[in-house]
């Protein structure tokens, strides 16, 4: 090394993570990545990663020679391509990268993003209408797993939603960005009026996916389905389930050509052995597997839910998605939640909005995006994870945390530094919509 400076220069698909003591380097299109607790180097990194730097700082020759440390971090630097040294003559320009920055705005209070207004509803991606609440079934699961993942539940005071209310939903989404539109139960076929909301929902250019528990299903009720063009039956199948009720089932829906899928629960490596046994011994391709949490299964779910240090670099992760994690919540964003006496949620973990007789979705959408909710709940809100270098390589918060969050005294952790206590609930701003 001749030169008495250097430039050292990141590469524009590096990600940058730092805390106090640490920093952490990795390469979206590679998946290599660097991790340094060295003062000097975090330093280094630091300055580095001050955006007016663009991914570049001048560095000393001495630097390199007296510190091992920053001579290594640079040789591993160039070995996993994260970035590179060039010395600084006397007609070198500093080198310009054009680093990742977040599209979008902070509000003027500094706490939340500032999103378009003009086109609200393109936020609106996922709706979800509970169109009763009766059963006949008696499930053990039954109001426990509907706020873990999408499931038909129930609750004392029975009640259908009206068509009435369902066409005003329906009116009100149709300039929308919906993906589609979930109808779910209790048992969906026992609605009054069953039929007019299917010839209702024939009619929308998006796909309608109905939940059911496979004991539920209606063969009558289902040639209502199949009358909508772009239409999934999701049957859910509890950990106890019977193999030759469901294939009798699966038999029914292929010969009348209904599009269907299964939604396995599991609670137990039993249960999971006896879902995988069932689907190798059948041709259904369709299927996925929704965990169910209880206060007895800690060792199911850190085998085979929760996420370690080590999963997070299984996968690569790309640039958008990380950045897409400091703004919303990869799991929740975009949905709302319609139960069957008309109150409307983002989430089955926040109050109602209020109820569809009086108060827009339109509404919901413009409070949640504008004062803040679980749309928005992302780790770099929580403790602990606000100070780890990987919180945006992790996936958002899941409905699985959020009820650790409510105390549940579930002796049973996300990952290794979770501490459910250190977690504070966001507040929903009273603001009205204006």
Sequence with gaps: MNNSK?????NPEVYISENIKSVFLYNTKTGEYLKSKDLEVVKIVKEINILENLYCCELEKDQIIKNKKIDKFIEELKIKRIGYLIPKKKNTK???????????KKRKDGKRFQFDNNYIMNYLLNLTIQINNRCNLDCNICNKAFKQFTCCFTYEEYTDLSITFIKKIVEEVKYSSLNGIKILGGDIFIHSQ???????L???????IFYTNYLNVSEIKCEMIKKIKRHLII???????????????????????LNFSLQFI????????NVNKFIDNSSVSNNSISPFLTEENNDFFRKNVFIDKKKIFLTKHKMNEIYSKKVKNQFIFGNIYINSNGEIYSNRFENSFGNIKNFSIREAVYNEINFGGMWTLTRDKVKPCKDCLYELLC???????????????????????????????????NEKFI
Excluded: Q
Excluded at 202 to 208: D, G
């Design 6 to 10: 250097y430039y050292i220069v990141i």
């Design 94 to 104: 500093r080198p310009i990268v054009l680093r990742p920055v977040l599209g979008l």
């Design 194 to 200: 069953f039929n007019d909301i299917c010839d209702l």
């Design 202 to 208: 024939k009619n929308i250019n998006r796909e309608i």
């Design 235 to 257: 049957l859910l199948v509890n950990p106890e389930f019977d193999g030759n009720g469901l294939n009798s089932v699966l038999k029914y829906l292929k010969k009348n050509s």
């Design 266 to 273: 599991t609670n137990s490596e039993e249960s999971l052995e």
């Design 395 to 429: 996936p958002s918060i899941s409905s699985y945390e959020m009820i650790m969050m409510e105390g549940n005294n579930l002796n049973i952790t996300a990952c290794s530094d979770f501490d459910k206590n250190s977690i504070k609930r966001t507040e929903r701003s």
